[in-house]
């Protein structure tokens, strides 16, 4: 055996790991990445929601306003609002013609509220995201 086949060399400036040094690291940095993706994944979840929202806000004002009552509206907005999802049981969806005649107009007001009770660490978290939509009933259509 050669001289230096028995010695062990150490880069310059490096310490020797300690057991456990990556295990005890890894335990101290695991809850906050793991509070960072579930804050990820929520964070979509109102954006996709606020999506519904506007769109189920958007379709039920139009709708709405080219069909003979407002209520017409309002079976739009629930149609649309299936279709994202929006279905956690606190979808409000207000849908109001006002004077519902050629040159008026119809509003829609939409509020839900987005639980994550599925995520952990988030599971208290409520939020409620809302939208509004106008749409003008044509000048020259029939009022019957």
Known sequence: MSGAEGVRHAWPGRRAARPGQALL???LILPVLLFLAFAVVGAGRVVQAQLGVSAVAREAARAG???LSAGTGRARG????AGY????GSLGLLVDG???APGGQVTSVVTYEVTFGDLPLLGWARVRVRGEAREAIDLYRSSR
């Open 85 to 88: 999802a929006l279905g956690n």
């Open 98 to 100: 006002g004077r519902f």
């Open 25 to 27: 690291e890894l335990a």
């Open 78 to 81: 629930e149609e649309v609002a």
């Open 65 to 67: 306003a080219a069909g």
